[in-house]
């Protein structure tokens, strides 16, 4: 079975810095990998993802992540951080069960954007 | 807006009673998953169905029951509610298929309802 790994619960960044968040999963194939933000009181929205090709995929508010497979590592980054990025994002990881889709979501990590 | 809609957003109730939870799914996705969202459990799924049969079970308790129905939209029932019930409950779609390709597309998750046993 696959699992998501994130090992930071709390980050906090100064806008305009930039900011990575850490994912590690396990999985015996290449696995499907994303990226969701959730907003206070909001449902999650995904901001990118990951299922073959170039390792390093963009999404939108200008985030991006990179797959290293050596690593199991899937980490989200974003060059200049804003204030309107404080919220929580989880990574998640999908495998094939059953024939069907499972998804399996990280713990999350909570970003504090502070000015 | 996602164009996955959860009805009602917000439910105040009492220990013991029944609830019902709505979703209509995104346009043409076929499978719904229910998760549940709570401070000291994060991110639980419950159940997953495709085209209106069960495909998937997480940690659904005995209470708890869900279905599909043939216009897609999925309804959560919540029954003996107890206190630790309290928490959001979201409803998500996607577009895999039967084949399980196309969970690539990752999942659409709607706004949530957030759900208090008092």
């Known amino acids: 079975a696959q699992s998501v790994t994130q090992p930071d619960i709390h980050i906090t960044v100064s806008e305009g810095a930039s900011l990575e968040l850490r994912c590690n999963y396990s999985?015996?194939?290449?696995?499907?990998l994303f990226w969701y933000v959730q907003s206070p009181g909001q449902g999650l929205q995904l901001l990118l993802k990951?299922?073959?090709?170039?390792?390093l995929v963009q999404g939108i508010k200008g985030f991006e992540a990179e797959f290293k497979r050596s690593q199991s590592s899937f980490n989200l980054r974003k060059p200049s951080v804003h204030w309107s990025d404080a919220a929580e994002y989880f990574c998640?990881?999908?495998?094939?069960?059953?024939?069907?889709?499972?998804?399996?979501f990280g713990t999350g990590t909570k970003l504090q954007v502070i000015p | 807006d996602s164009g996955v809609t959860q009805t009602p957003k917000h439910l105040i109730t009492a220990t013991g009673q029944r609830v019902t939870l709505r979703c209509s799914p995104r346009?043409?996705?076929?499978?719904v998953y229910w998760y549940q969202q709570s401070l000291d459990q994060g991110l639980q799924f419950l159940i997953q169905?495709?085209?209106?049969?069960?495909?998937a079970k997480g940690n659904i308790l005995e209470r708890f029951s869900a279905q599909q129905f043939p216009d897609l939209h999925s309804e959560l029932n919540l029954s003996s509610l107890e206190l630790g019930d309290s928490a959001l409950y979201f409803c998500?779609?996607?577009?895999?298929?039967?084949?399980?390709?196309?969970?690539?597309?990752?999942?659409?998750f709607g706004s949530g309802t957030r759900l208090t046993v008092v």
């Open positions: 169905y495709y085209n209106g049969e069960e495909r």
């Open positions: 999985y015996g194939a290449t696995p499907y």
């Open positions: 990951y299922f073959s090709g170039d390792t």
């Open positions: 346009s043409g996705d076929l499978s």
């Open positions: 998500a779609s996607s577009a895999s298929t039967r084949t399980g390709k196309g969970g690539g597309y990752g999942y659409t």
């Open positions: 998640a990881v999908g495998a094939r069960s059953g024939g069907y889709q499972k998804v399996t």
